[in-house]
């Protein structure tokens, strides 16, 4: 936070460039991934629903189904947990491999800070390409749900547009990209300091790789729980 600080009241010391490397990695690279993830999403939440409310003669709701359930929760969480499986492994990998080689001790002797150097161009490039994935995977997930609810249910997509336009609200999307820039502080934080702490061996490289994925995956889905009591107790 300091860092950032610093850097916002002298933006020349961005790392432009470092930046626009690691949002490439951690956000265009991952489009083909999440966007085939928001399509099966949907097509799974169509098809089990599908056979649900059909018992009801309620098939037209699926699309709220759909619709809410992308937008406001599966969307932004299942890409989160794919960046950090991607992400916050390659950030410790990378860092940690700068400390087994003392390239990070060498910045220091040098009076570089690594944290400038390393850290922060990481958080800023996720806060930003987290939020555009998300919304990837939401547009991608009612794709495809509105490909299986016209095959499987015969909701032509006119129809499935007409419902989908009457019974969600922007505001369900709004609640799942605010989610986004929390998730991606999480990721990108555990993963720096996971590389950080790599010691000298190509054992506690591994050990560290490992454990920043599984670290990172539990917090996202302990904020998403803390997220959704939070507009569950305030009716959002």
């Known amino acids: 936070v300091s860092r950032l600080a610093r850097t916002l009241m002298r933006p020349s010391r961005l790392r432009l460039t470092a930046m626009v490397h690691h949002m490439q990695q951690t956000g265009w690279d991952a489009v083909p991934i999440v966007g085939m993830m928001g399509v099966l999403i949907g097509v799974v939440l169509a098809y089990q629903g ?16 759909i619709a809410i359930s992308i937008l406001r929760e599966l969307g932004i969480l299942l890409t989160a947990i794919i960046v950090a499986g991607r992400s916050a492994s390659a950030f410790t990998a990378a860092i940690g491999s700068m400390k087994m080689r003392e390239e990070i001790d060498a910045m220091r002797v040098l009076g570089l800070d690594p944290v400038e150097l390393l850290v922060l161009p990481r958080v800023l490039a996720l806060l930003i390409t987290l939020p555009l994935l998300g919304f990837i995977a939401s547009l991608a997930g ?3 749900g509105g490909m299986m609810a016209w095959i499987t249910l015969g909701i032509s997509p006119e ?3 007409t419902q989908l336009l009457s019974g969600t609200s922007v505001s369900h999307a709004l609640i799942g990209l605010s989610k986004a820039r929390v998730f991606a502080v999480i990721i990108a934080v555990v993963g720096c300091y996971q590389g950080m702490q790599v010691e000298g061996n190509t054992d506690s490289l591994g050990s560290r ?4 994925v599984v670290v990172a995956i539990f917090l996202v889905i302990v904020v998403d729980a803390v997220f959704s009591i939070f507009f569950a107790v305030w009716g959002v």
Not at 50 to 65: K, M, P
């Open 50 to 65: 599908a056979s649900q409310l059909r018992q009801f003669g309620a098939e037209v709701f699926v699309v709220d189904l």
């Open 142 to 144: 009612i794709l495809g």
């Open 159 to 161: 129809m499935f547009r």
């Open 209 to 212: 790789t490992s454990r920043s």
